[in-house]
């Protein structure tokens, strides 16, 4: 049976016999074993090549965190506990996640503004690191942490002054929810030092889905004398230094994909500066997006096929709902069509046509597929949208309108 890669570089399934292969299943196939449509598929083969190249471009000493909030399904998070050296969680939700895979806690981080006390004690009670976002934070971990007579395990969040350029989503630099200033860290380190807590290390992050290597590279450099600076006026040895990894995958026409060897060779010679002035730190990077998102696809099944006006249209069981980075986030942004495909129909050989892919909802938002040439479909049709694996079910409103919940499932 011979495989080929579909619509490289945005994607890394292949396909066989005409349909689309998860985890060496054809489509159709997984649809029967699953039971319902719609729903997201993950392919951990996948995961595990993604890892692995990640790996193969970062410097050995440089360790590798899963940002849960990326895909947070329980066997997913699992399975990366066992390829990572660190789990980054958000929320008491995901530390328990993280902590349900069997992952020694001090390598397990809670990072996020808004921290509730309820949280702050779960997070010190299991021994995890603390990212802390502010004095507040600092100050109730301090008294959380004395009440229930454990030292709580605190990295300082430093929201830098600069931001990683070209990114999707920018979380430094500038006034932000997140970390506290550079320029107010030494006092927060002050204060800890005051309240008897050692610094496990410092977290920056300085943005998000950014396909540009050398604005990565150079996030990286800063983040990293940012970080030798606040250490070494602060007189402090730093265990931890935490830094976005800010990797990105390429969504639209005409985007390409990330090039790992030029920011692995920055990482590698940064780490090396870094030892030499503070030996002992441990480097890590966090990153969700990159090491799942392209491992995952969602399915939904074509229930009608209409014609209104000329335009056809595939009506299909999921949508916004279940999807709602593919249907254009409510409308907030310039819409762009997701790769997609028939997954049943892949033989190369099939007509295609101009389609629209609509969800079940009464709104013109959601949009899985806008005048998109796809092999000619019908009712009973499983339409795949790639690039998937990440922010998709658990980002998007699933109880708008009232449709049942997508099955997930990681073959
Ligand atoms: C603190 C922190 N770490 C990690 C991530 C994961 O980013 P990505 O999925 O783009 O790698 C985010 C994303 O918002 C974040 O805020």
């Known amino acids: 049976m011979s495989t080929r890669p579909v619509h490289a570089p945005l994607n890394q399934f292949a396909v ?3 349909e689309l292969l998860v985890g060496g299943i054809p ?4 649809a029967l074993r699953v039971g319902r449509t719609p729903f997201y598929a993950y392919d951990r ?38 390829l990572v050296d660190g789990l980054d969680v958000a929320s008491a939700g995901e530390m328990k996640t993280a902590l349900d895979t069997g992952f020694d806690p001090a390598h397990v981080s809670f990072a996020g503004p808004g921290k509730t006390p309820a949280e702050l004690a779960q997070a010190i009670a299991a021994g995890i690191l603390l990212n802390v976002e502010s004095d507040n934070e600092i100050d109730n971990a301090a008294r959380i942490g004395d009440r229930l007579g454990i030292a709580p395990r605190i990295v300082v969040r430093v929201n830098p002054d600069f931001e990683l350029k070209g990114s999707g989503m920018r979380m430094g630099g500038g006034a932000k929810p997140f970390g506290i200033d550079a320029e107010q860290v030494p006092d927060s380190l002050r204060r800890l030092a005051a309240l008897g807590i050692p610094l496990q290390g410092l977290h920056i992050f300085g943005g998000s889905q950014s396909l540009k290597a050398d604005a990565i590279a150079e996030a990286h450099t800063r983040g990293i004398a940012l970080a030798l600076q606040l250490a070494t006026d602060a007189q402090l040895a730093l265990p931890g230094l935490y830094l976005g990894a ?30 030499a002035a503070l030996p002992g730190t ?28 000329g335009q056809v249209f595939l009506v ?46 009464c709104t013109p938002l959601d949009v899985l597929a806008e005048r998109m040439d796809l092999a000619r479909a019908d009712v009973g049709d499983l339409v795949v949208v790639f690039q998937s694996g990440a922010y998709g079910l658990s980002a998007s409103p699933t109880a708008f309108l009232g449709h049942p919940v997508p099955a997930e499932v990681l073959i």
């Not at 790996?55 to 965190?65: D, S, T, V």
């Not at 949508?319 to 819409?335: E, M, T």
């Open 27 to 30: 489509l159709s196939r997984l």
């Open 246 to 275: 800010g990797f990105g995958i390429p969504y639209f026409p005409g985007e390409q994909a990330l090039d790992l060897a030029p920011i692995g060779a920055n990482l590698a010679q940064e780490l090396a500066r870094l030892d």
């Open 316 to 361: 299909t069981d999921g949508g916004l709902h279940h999807h709602l980075a593919a249907s254009g986030n409510f409308g907030q942004v310039i819409r762009k069509n997701y790769p997609a495909a028939i997954g049943n129909r892949m033989d190369g050989a099939a007509d295609t046509e101009n389609v629209s892919v609509v969800g079940p909802l």
């Open 16 to 18: 066989a016999g005409g």
């Open 282 to 309: 441990r480097v890590s990077i966090e990153s969700g997006r990159y090491l799942v998102g392209e491992a995952g696809i969602y399915v939904a099944r074509v229930v009608d096929r209409k014609v209104s006006r």
């Open 45 to 82: 083969a996948l995961l595990t090549r993604r890892v692995r190249e990640v790996r193969a471009h970062m410097p050995a000493a440089l360790r590798l965190h899963f940002s849960v909030k990326a895909n947070p399904m329980p066997a997913v998070v699992q399975h990366m506990a066992g």
